[in-house]
């Protein structure tokens, strides 16, 4: 399945990403999936220094169970990172923070639109 990310409001996240990896999991009794991506994202202004992020933890915005199944989409999620780079593997929200609001796309064509959900 491929799966792209995008966000039409947050600058960073204006070009689609192709999530090249992605596992679920639980955070803090939250469903995340943790997604690794094909662009990265320049870690300085996050107090990265000179580490560039590609892994992002994405928790969902409106439907909690959105992640089980995959497949309606858009999905709208939460983009986290972690709090700092020795933060490998983050196991709670408090070790993240936010950085953007997004969407979670099953086609390319639909992230670069930034296409929403119609309800």
């Not at 990403?17 to 662009?39: A, E, G, P, S, W």
């Not at 593997?89 to 390319?108: F, G, K, V």
Request: charged share 25%; hydrophobic share 40%; aromatic share 12%.
């Amino acid at each position: 399945m491929k799966l792209y990310l995008s966000s039409y409001e947050y600058n960073d996240f204006d070009i689609p990403r192709r999530v090249l990896y992605y596992q679920k999991t639980i955070i803090d009794n939250r469903n995340c999936l943790i997604v690794k991506v094909d662009k990265i994202l320049i870690g300085q202004k996050y107090g990265f220094q000179n580490i560039d992020i590609d892994t992002f933890y994405l928790i969902n915005r409106i439907e909690e169970s959105a992640f089980d199944a995959l497949n309606l989409f858009p999905i709208d999620v939460f983009v986290l990172i972690p709090i700092a780079p020795e933060i490998i593997n983050p196991s709670t929200l408090s070790e993240l923070q936010n950085i953007a609001w997004a969407c979670l796309y099953d086609n390319e064509k639909d992230a670069i639109e930034h296409k929403i959900q119609v309800t």
